[in-house]
């Protein structure tokens, strides 16, 4: 697909033709079959850490939107892939040099060009991002979006590395809890969950 053909299918919100451009979710999920995943999220609190060495050391690392790290020692410094959910800087994207891309927004017209088309790109689709912000009664973030999918996986573990769930905000923007559309209270419920029924998956700080 060209720029052109692009741009028409995200003006007029051609899912079918913006999907086209992303591999499919089973091809995505597979790469973390009996993978070690470190998934990172973007919690200040976790700049208070040192949990940088163990997190380069998962086979995988996930890293979200513009993806602050601060220290290598408290957020490692690997990238494999980056999940997006806003628009991403050309300064950010060379400082993060992440192997693969994926979209999990449902707002395509924040999707540029030179991720839809990167090598290996994922869309997240609408029907999975619906049915998450149905069970939790209000939109998704882009990691609890990312800890549902990845548990469908046959990975081997999953740790996540800064979730708090807004308690010490967010190391890429200065908003509270009650300024975003989500529900931190309702993911954090769902992710204790998830932990105690599938445990592959430990919520390290």
């Given at each position: 697909?060209?720029?052109?053909?692009?741009?028409?299918?995200?003006?007029?919100?051609?899912?079918?033709?913006?999907q086209?451009?992303?591999?499919?979710?089973?091809?995505?999920?597979?790469?973390?079959?009996?993978?070690?995943?470190?998934?990172?999220?973007?919690?200040?609190?976790?700049?208070?850490?040192?949990?940088g060495?163990?997190?380069d050391?998962?086979?995988?690392v996930?890293r979200?939107?513009?993806?602050?790290?601060?220290?290598?020692?408290?957020?490692?410094?690997r990238?494999?892939?980056?999940?997006?959910?806003?628009?991403?800087?050309?300064?950010?994207?060379?400082?993060?040099?992440?192997?693969?891309?994926?979209?999990?927004?449902?707002?395509?017209?924040?999707?540029?060009?030179?991720?839809a088309?990167?090598?290996?790109?994922?869309?997240?689709?609408?029907?999975?991002?619906?049915?998450?912000?149905?069970?939790?009664?209000?939109?998704?973030t882009?990691?609890?979006m990312?800890?549902?999918?990845?548990?469908?996986?046959?990975?081997a573990?999953?740790?996540?590395?800064?979730?708090?769930?807004?308690?010490?905000?967010?190391?890429?923007?200065?908003?509270?809890?009650?300024?975003?559309?989500?529900?931190?209270?309702?993911?954090?419920?769902?992710?204790?969950?998830?932990?105690?029924?599938?445990?592959?998956?430990?919520?390290?700080?």
């Open positions: 697909m060209n720029r052109l053909r692009f741009l028409l299918a995200r003006t007029l919100r051609d899912e079918a033709a913006l086209t451009l992303s591999v499919p979710q089973a091809h995505f999920l597979a790469q973390f079959a009996g993978k070690s995943v470190a998934l990172v999220g973007n919690a200040r609190a976790l700049a208070q850490t040192a949990h060495d163990a997190i050391n998962h086979d995988i996930i979200i939107n513009r993806a602050p790290i601060p220290s290598a020692q408290s957020h490692g410094a990238t494999d892939i980056l999940a997006l959910a806003t628009s991403l800087p050309d300064a950010d994207r060379a400082r993060l040099n992440p192997s693969r891309l994926a979209w999990f927004s449902p707002k395509r017209k924040r999707l540029d060009f030179a991720t088309t990167s090598p290996g790109f994922y869309l997240h689709p609408l029907p999975d991002y619906e049915a998450l912000k149905a069970r939790l009664a209000a939109p998704p882009t990691g609890a990312l800890i549902e999918l990845l548990a469908r996986s046959k990975l573990r999953l740790s996540l590395y800064g979730f708090d769930f807004f308690a010490s905000q967010s190391l890429s923007g200065r908003r509270s809890a009650a300024q975003v559309p989500h529900d931190f209270k309702a993911e954090a419920e769902f992710v204790a969950a998830l932990t105690l029924r599938d445990r592959r998956i430990t919520r390290i700080a």
